[in-house]
RNA sequence: GCACAGGUGGCCGAGCGGUUAAUGGCAGCAGACUGUAAAUCUGCCGCUCCUUGGAGCUACGGAGGUUCGAAUCCUCCCCUGUGCA
């Protein structure tokens, strides 16, 4: 799924996403909250309409910027208080009030309120920030099922109504995590994610995670790891049984030069692509690499061009979709 | 021709007697990026040599000079900009 934080993937326009076949993207609780308001998108009939994207749309609940922005909050059991990053002001942040904001946003999938727990954390702290995660993951639950029908798109939503995700947390510790995904499941949820995962820990800790917690949750619901990752790490995540992930890799790296090609990566910034007229991946059928040159990707890049942007993150994307239509095509085999 | 103001490392531009191979910025080279405070951040960036650390050399228009010590002070010369003729 890429990510749109902002109510767009950032540099591609949604007409280009829909042709790479990309049927799901994210958007953001938090950031379209402050901007340009929840209220304001829900006046504008939802958060599909707005950014005229027909497919699905998946809110993170802002829990993750409980994480990321660590330095301007501050978190009680009641919730959280942030200082905006845009101008300093201060919001309240509660399960309830992110449940508020995505069903006015209106996306298919909403996720519950929680806390990304920080890595390293020592056990003390993981068992505490998923007494918060729990807590708030019950309370997510009751206010979305009783307001979620208050405001309902459901053109946009293909004749639906929302949906509510829970997320696994627990730190590095299996039990911890046993528990929480046993738990989730017994509040029944409508699909299942694993949070708190490439925070900073080994790889070979983000795997046992997950294999720790997949085969807990329903095989005939969703389930979701936030927030990876790699190319090889999400065909192994897929191949264990991941329906879903999200990752800003691909479009952030692409911003900043990196390619992710069947050949590796190709930061597209050196001095040996100036005059390589090879395209960007021999391998690849996207546009971009149908079309332009390393060379001229190179250049781009090196004269500050916009287009850059969007050319690196129309061909990471591509990339990224192409594994997992690969794996998705690999596993239906089996069966 | 006269009067001011200037000439600093690829470029712009600080420094105005020692802690200065010389602040910054740009350009250049390389690296990072995992539910996006990210078109961002980090490192290198005169030359040569050895292992980190260092050693040597060459540098602030040119040539002299003052001084223990000069990009910084003095003299002359060259060049640039602006103003007046």
């Known amino acids: 799924m890429p990510v749109g934080t902002a109510g767009t993937v950032k540099a591609v326009p949604q007409e280009t996403l829909e042709s790479l076949g ?53 978190v009680t059991d009641e919730g959280v208080r942030f200082r905006s990053h845009l101008d300093g002001s201060s919001h309240f942040f509660t399960p309830e009030h992110s449940m508020d904001v995505q069903i006015a946003l209106g996306a298919d999938i909403a996720m519950a309120f929680d806390e990304c727990t920080e890595y390293p954390a020592d056990r003390t702290r993981a068992e505490e920030s998923l007494r918060l995660t ?7 639950l009751d206010h979305f099922r009783s307001h979620r029908d208050e405001v309902v798109w459901r053109d946009e939503l293909g004749g639906q109504t929302q949906n509510l995700f829970g997320i696994v947390q627990g730190g590095m510790y299996a039990d911890l995590r046993r528990q929480c995904a046993e738990r989730l499941v017994e509040m029944d949820f409508d699909g299942y994610a694993i949070g708190g995962l490439s925070v900073g820990e080994p790889r070979e800790m983000t795997l046992e995670m997950i294999a720790e917690v997949l085969p807990l949750l329903p095989r005939d619901k969703p389930r979701y790891v936030m927030g990876v990752g790699y190319p090889d790490e999400i065909e192994r995540y897929a191949k264990l049984g991941v329906d879903m992930m999200d990752c800003v890799l691909p479009t952030r790296a692409a911003r900043h030069g990196l390619l992710f090609t069947s050949e590796g990566r190709v930061n597209i910034k050196n001095k040996k692509y100036a005059e390589d007229q090879n395209p960007p991946d021999p391998a690849c059928a996207c546009p971009v690499c149908q079309r332009y040159s390393r060379a001229y990707l190179r250049h781009l890049m090196q004269a500050g061009e916009a287009l850059s942007g969007t050319l690196n993150t129309i061909h990471n994307l591509a990339f990224y979709l192409g594994i997992m239509e690969r794996v998705r095509g690999e596993l239906a085999g089996q069966e």
């Open 134 to 140: 729990m807590a708030w993951a019950r309370r997510s």
């Open 22 to 74: 990309a049927e799901i993207i994210l958007g953001n609780t938090y950031h379209l909250y402050l901007r340009p308001g929840h209220e304001a998108i829900r006046r504008m009939g939802g958060l599909h309409r707005f950014i005229s994207w027909p497919r699905a749309m998946l809110t993170d609940s802002g829990g993750f910027q409980v994480f990321s922005l660590s330095q301007l909050r501050k």
